[in-house]
């Protein structure tokens, strides 16, 4: 087992690459805190813990700092520490710039950027008294190419991968590796509203001519947030069928 009795946050656990990784993780032995406002997390728990896993949902908000806060004093008060922080959970609020509201603006700005700086800001003092963290973050291939429609997800993306960035800088020196994850088009609830037309175009201009699933995604958290990732620290990995090179 690659995560044999290790504590991971998973954001936005609930459904999509989050739930995946979440399943994911229990299966290599982890205990996975699923952090999500979707009820349906208790459903992903309840199905982890009768597979012999070992899961727990909280429904809480990314964006609200005092029950991040208490979340993670319960858990490091729980199980002694917290080992990984999978910042997963992210919205959209699509629209040209021309007609972007200042609340699409702020509500994805809210999600995507403030909620991982609060939550890795919230773990970081468990890692640091274990020697010992993994901070994986959700960007996009849109963070690294931006994308028409996107402007504020774009910057966020951009932002998740300068953050982890810095992060490497800050907190290396007490055994925390902090890395982004970069996923092209995935087939999750977030995507599934786009036209069919449109949907052959995405796959056309992909190299290897097909989307990812979730659990293609889930493989490279797994693989950053474990022991074999030890040196690798700062990086943005794509993961996206080739399109970004
Ligand atoms: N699907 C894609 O094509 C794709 C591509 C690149 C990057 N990503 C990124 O990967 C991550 C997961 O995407 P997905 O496709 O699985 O999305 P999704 O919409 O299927 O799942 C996102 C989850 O985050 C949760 N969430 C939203 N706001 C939250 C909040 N304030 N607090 C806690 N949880 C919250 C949602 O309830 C949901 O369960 C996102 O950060 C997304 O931007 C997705």
């Known amino acids: 087992m690659r995560l044999k009795d290790k504590i991971a946050i998973v954001t936005g656990g609930s459904r999509g690459i989050g739930r995946a990784v979440a399943e994911l993780f229990a299966k290599e032995g982890a205990t996975v805190i699923i952090m999500d406002l ?125 953050m982890s960035k810095t992060w490497t800088m800050e907190f290396g020196k007490y055994g925390i590796t902090a890395n982004a994850i970069a996923p092209g088009f995935t087939m999750t609830e977030m995507v599934d509203k786009i036209p069919a037309e449109h949907f052959t175009k995405i796959k056309d201009s992909i190299p290897l001519r097909t989307v990812a699933q979730p659990i293609d995604i889930a493989y490279g958290y797994l693989y950053l947030a474990s022991d074999e990732a030890r040196f690798v620290s700062g990086i943005c990995l794509t993961i996206d069928g080739g399109t970004s090179r």
């Open 38 to 162: 979707l009820p349906q997390g208790q459903q992903v728990t309840d199905s982890i813990n009768d597979s012999g896993g070992k899961a727990e949902y909280h429904q809480v908000s990314v964006t609200d700092k005092p029950a991040v806060t208490r979340l993670f004093k319960m858990v490091n008060d729980e199980y002694g520490r917290i080992d990984i922080l999978i910042n997963n959970a992210g919205i959209t609020r699509d629209r040209t710039l021309e007609k972007m509201s200042e609340d699409e603006w702020d509500a994805v700005i809210d999600v995507n950027l403030k909620g991982v700086f609060i939550c890795t800001q919230a773990a970081v003092p468990y890692m640091k008294e274990n020697k010992w963290g993994r901070i994986v973050s959700a960007a996009s291939n849109v963070g690294l190419r931006g994308n028409f429609g996107q402007t504020n997800y774009a910057a966020t993306k951009a932002g998740v991968i300068a």
